[in-house]
């Protein structure tokens, strides 16, 4: 009996001496696995990883494991931008991180305020397409103090130390509108329709643009009869704009270059009221539907086509890179008026109706059977 007790007592010590071996391995794996070993009090420290590549060294965030990418864009209004949104989330999501995605409706504040939002989410990395280049610079100074790098998605954020610019070579959109629209009018009178002056996309391709014009200016054989920006890109705002070019001319105008697509539409519904759609060459960019369909029925002269897609990709893989802290790769480098931003610019493609074939509807970005259904073939 007494035995019994004896052998019982020994067992259970056996098994308590088993469990204080395993719950000390334990504790010394999970000290080794959270790096910590050594510090002053010889304990975990609290949970958070420590920043050593963002710039608030010192900064701790949340660290789940999973990459956060947030994006913060201006606005839905352009056809593309569903895609951007649509694209660029699926291919983060495809290389494993979590996609949050929010839209500000062109306005300032709420722009500012999402991004806070996102920033206080624990984002490891803020994408921007920002409303006003200059307003969000505060975007890219308040994720930065919380160590987070900002990338610039197709719209450069202005004065501010932006890490990374991922977009399509916007001057050379600008370029390859003029160079179409000269070689149809090599004389005459211009009407320049900006797009919005809040956005350097649009100075950038205004540059484009007066670096084709300039010499035919200089020669006198073009003459810029109207150049305003359109506010907030609206088609409405351009329609106007066109008319006011219209009445100013006495319809005297010989070609008309439009910051995009949306704002190339409101200047032929302003063309078609003085009987002009069609016979005034039109340029655009972005290969919406609407401007697909009106350069096969001769409204509109050509577009720039920026294949989405490309961008998508690109930027979701370098913001994934940045959020890992390497250092993405950037083939340029553009001013934003603060510093040079590292730059990854993509090839914009001229598309008229003798290449809409074999560009657009090729790459699947619109199908024949929609770009052509307002016309007999
Ligand atoms: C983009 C264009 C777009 C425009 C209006 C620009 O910054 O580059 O593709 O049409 O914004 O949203």
């Known amino acids: 009996m007494?035995?019994?007790?004896?052998m019982r007592i020994m067992a259970v010590r056996r098994l308590l001496q088993v469990a204080a071996i395993a719950l000390a391995v334990l504790l010394l794996w999970a000290i080794f696995m959270r790096g910590d070993v050594g510090n002053d009090a010889g304990l975990p420290s609290s949970p958070g990883e420590e920043l050593t590549d963002g710039h608030a060294p010192g900064v701790r965030r949340q660290d789940d494991g999973i990459i956060k990418v947030g994006l913060t864009m201006d606005t839905l209004q352009e056809e593309r931008w569903i895609k951007d949104q649509e694209m660029f989330g699926e291919a983060v999501e495809a290389l494993g991180a979590e996609f949050i995605v929010m839209t500000a409706d062109s306005d300032d504040a709420k722009q500012i305020e999402q991004a806070e939002t996102l920033i206080s989410m624990g984002v490891d990395i803020l994408v921007v397409v920002p409303h006003d280049a200059e307003a969000t610079a505060t975007i890219v100074n308040k994720a930065h103090a919380a160590g987070i790098?900002?990338?610039?998605?197709?719209?450069?954020?202005?004065?501010?130390?932006v890490d990374l610019y991922v977009s399509f070579d916007n001057e050379r959109v600008g370029e390859l509108q003029a160079e179409v629209i000269t070689k149809l009018v090599p004389e005459g009178k211009y009407v320049f329709i900006g797009g919005a002056d809040t956005d350097y996309n649009a100075h950038l391709v205004k540059k484009g643009v007066f670096n084709v014009l300039q010499p035919f200016i200089d020669r006198g054989e073009i003459t810029v009869v109207f150049d305003q920006w359109t506010r907030n890109w609206l088609?409405?705002?351009?329609?106007?704009?066109?008319?006011?070019?219209?009445?100013?001319?006495?319809?005297?105008?010989?070609?008309?270059?439009a910051g995009n697509d949306a704002t190339a539409g409101g200047a032929i519904e302003a063309l078609a009221e003085w009987g002009l759609a069609g016979k005034v060459p039109v340029a655009g960019?972005?290969?919406?539907?609407?401007?697909?369909?009106?350069?096969?029925?001769?409204?509109?002269?050509?577009?720039?086509?920026?294949?989405?897609?490309?961008?998508?990709?690109?930027?979701?893989?370098l913001a994934v890179k940045m959020a890992k802290g390497e250092t993405p790769r950037a083939d340029r480098l553009v001013n934003n008026g603060k510093i040079d931003v590292p730059s990854v610019l993509l090839t914009p493609i001229a598309v008229n109706a003798d290449n809409i074939d074999e560009t657009i509807i090729a790459d699947g970005f619109h199908s024949r059977e929609e770009v052509y259904k307002l016309i007999e073939r």
């Open 285 to 317: 960019q972005d290969a919406e539907l609407a401007a697909a369909q009106r350069i096969v029925a001769g409204t509109q002269t050509m577009t720039v086509y920026k294949p989405i897609r490309q961008l998508a990709e690109v930027a979701a893989e």
């Open 235 to 257: 088609p409405a705002n351009a329609r106007d704009n066109m008319r006011a070019a219209l009445r100013a001319n006495e319809g005297r105008i010989d070609a008309v270059i």
């Open 2 to 6: 007494l035995e019994r007790k004896a």
């Open 149 to 161: 790098k900002v990338m610039s998605y197709d719209r450069l954020v202005r004065n501010a130390d």
